[in-house]
């Protein structure tokens, strides 16, 4: 079987039935035409999933149980899956289904994504003050401040360790990649100038911290799997638009799905004096007459306020979740997954370009 990594061989792939509890995006059924190819992507998140477990290993009990805190609670794996589905569009023979494995290059590039990215949750809920993460006490509820922060800089550090390994091209990508995480940090942060449309200015946000990266992804994914430039930029734009369609995503879902399926408390956003879309859209609706801006106003009036207790956190997320503003959110993040499919149009079809469109479905089907 061929490699989708230039000039290196790759390692075989360690498959588990269990697949370190991932479970494929929706959609990926259609694939059952093609089962190598549902075999490759299967056996290289197995084998990601062991490799990431690896990269966070620490001889210091500290730092070790600090570094896996966040990988050992779980997590979608969205960023490895679609560096993994990039790299299998460079191979000859994706078309008829049945690719090689995919290559130590890509893999590695997986764990640097996933890496990065568990990072950068160390350091937003020290920011958020956020109680738990994916189920799990934040780091820095169990740690304190300081050790959480440390733990995402120690995380980096690794992800920086294995791209230098991937050359001048692959440290370039993520170099440029956390700067646009950094700024989309800083943006959130002191918020939008004066005059600057506080939407806009959110998408600009969720384009820095979230967009960038799975932007990444799908741009080195592509480039180790041998695609050429144009297929390499396609998959970069591919990966900044359903990245903001999975952030929007998560917006909507933290309003309207239960702790047991997210994760998370419901309301942590609103809790958090975060501004998402559903809130940023009731904004708005509050200025309007008629029925609806009359419930937007009132809603506004029990996010603006105390969220203290249990009860008025609940209130809360009952005024938002309830109102129209909902359905408006879930077409705004339906049209940034539908520009993400409608920005694969320039690739040949094949299997791999039917799981990219199935992955843009995922990521606003889901509830969790």
Do not use: C
């Amino acid at each position: 079987m061929t490699s989708h990594d230039s000039g290196h061989a790759a390692d075989p792939a360690v498959a588990s039935p269990a697949l370190a509890g991932i479970t494929l995006p929706a959609g990926f059924e259609g694939l059952t035409e093609h089962p190598r190819l549902l075999d490759v992507v299967v056996e290289a998140l197995d084998a990601v999933e062991a490799e990431l477990s690896e990269a966070v290993s620490h001889a210091d009990e500290l730092a070790d149980t600090t570094s896996r805190h966040l990988l050992e609670a779980g997590g979608k794996r969205i960023r490895p899956l679609l560096t993994i589905l990039a790299s299998l569009l460079g191979d000859p023979e994706v078309a008829s289904g049945q690719v090689g494995e995919v290559g130590e290059q890509t893999r590695r590039a997986a764990v640097v994504m996933e890496l990065t990215h568990l990072a950068t949750l160390y350091h937003d809920d020290v920011m958020d003050e956020a109680p738990v993460r994916r189920g799990a006490p934040t780091a820095h509820r169990m740690w304190g401040n300081s050790v959480a922060i440390l733990a995402g800089d120690l995380v980096f550090a690794r992800a920086s360790q294995l791209m230098a390994t991937l050359g001048p091209e692959a440290v370039r990508i993520q170099a440029d990649t956390f700067e646009r995480l950094v700024l989309g940090q800083l943006r959130e942060t002191v918020g939008p100038a004066d005059g600057v449309d506080e939407l806009e200015h959110y998408l600009d946000v969720l384009a820095g911290k979230t967009g960038s990266l799975i932007a990444a992804a799908g741009h080195l994914g592509a480039f180790f799997g041998g695609s050429d430039p144009q297929a390499v930029a396609v998959l970069a734009d591919y990966g900044e638009k359903v990245g903001l369609a999975f952030q929007l995503a998560d917006d909507v879902i933290d309003l309207t799905s239960a702790s047991e399926t997210s994760g998370k408390v419901p309301g942590t956003d609103l809790k958090e004096r975060v501004p998402t879309l559903p809130v940023l859209l009731l904004r708005r609706a509050a200025l309007q007459d008629g029925p609806d801006g009359e419930a937007a106003r009132s809603a506004v009036e029990l996010i603006d306020g105390p969220l203290d207790t249990d009860e008025q956190l609940a209130a809360a997320v009952q005024a938002v979740a309830s109102h129209p503003v909902i359905d408006e959110a879930w077409t705004i993040t339906r049209g940034w997954a539908e520009d993400a499919r409608a920005a694969l149009a320039p690739l040949p079809d094949s299997p791999v370009k039917v799981a990219l469109e199935a992955f843009a479905d995922y990521v606003v089907s889901r509830r969790a």
